[in-house]
């Protein structure tokens, strides 16, 4: 066996997700369908994590693993000639930027180090934004939102922001960077990096400093609402449209 890892991005609008499910389309069936096609042999990919429906990949990493006694055409096992004949395979919203043969031992999910991702608002109607962006009205105290987010960066436990009935068997992440930066005078990027993610934590971290930053929420009541390790008592999920993975280091 060979195995592969694959990098790639994703337009997440159309899909449920990542990861393959019996009642909705996904990025990983799709990958999986094109690489079964082209190798011409069943291959199951391993996704570096696991995106919800509708959010965006500028980066995602998957590995696969490949027999090549089964690959009538041998060319297809160079790894240029693999991402280009996926992206003509692949429909228009998910393209491979590189496949590289790697070690055995590597693992697109266990081997990553760290992933980032970024989250997006604009405080203006913009019809290019639309289904890229969040949009909202809300006068936001951005230098208040980023006191609190440089907090997080001093805990470990973020069980107030995992999805409630989410299946993890520890909540504990290591935050190494959260900040929010002004893009334009009506734009602005949420930045958050972590060795891992719990499910729908970034989408909800966003949502409670955005009650910080319309001044519902002090920062002593942010803390204590992150120390409480209560779902119920933190902000609500934001919407997965403006959100977007983009980077994973190995």
């Not at 970024?118 to 969040?134: C, I, V």
């Not at 992150?226 to 983009?246: D, N």
Request: charged share 20%; aromatic share 10%.
């Amino acid at each position: 066996m060979q195995r592969y890892f694959i990098t790639l991005s994703f337009d997440g609008a159309r899909y449920h997700g990542w990861q393959v499910q019996p009642n909705g389309t996904t990025v990983q069936e799709q990958l999986q369908q094109a690489l079964t096609t082209l190798l011409r042999q069943p291959i199951e990919v391993v996704g570096a994590g696991r995106t919800d429906a509708g959010v965006h990949a500028r980066m995602m990493v998957a590995h696969a693993d490949v027999d090549p006694s089964l690959c009538a055409d041998a060319s297809v096992l160079d790894a240029r000639q693999m991402a280009y004949r996926l992206n003509r395979i692949l429909p228009c919203d998910i393209a491979v930027q590189k496949v590289e043969l790697v070690a055995p031992d590597m693992h697109a999910r266990f081997s990553a180090t760290s992933r980032t991702y970024h989250y997006y608002l604009h405080t203006t109607k913009d019809p290019f934004l639309h289904n890229r962006s969040w949009e909202t009205h809300y006068d936001l105290d951005f230098p208040l939102m980023n006191e609190a987010a440089q907090w997080l960066l001093s805990q470990d436990d973020f069980a107030a922001f995992c999805k409630t009935g989410a299946d993890v068997k520890t909540t504990i992440c290591h935050l190494t960077h959260a900040q929010w930066h002004q893009l334009s005078p009506t734009e602005w990027r949420f930045e958050i990096t972590a060795n891992r993610f719990l499910r729908n934590m970034v989408r909800a971290v966003v949502g409670t400093l955005v009650e910080v930053g319309r001044h519902r929420m002090s920062l002593s009541q942010f803390h204590q609402v992150v120390l409480s390790h209560s779902r119920t008592k933190a902000g609500e999920s934001m919407p997965a449209h403006a959100l977007y993975l983009v980077d994973i280091q190995y």
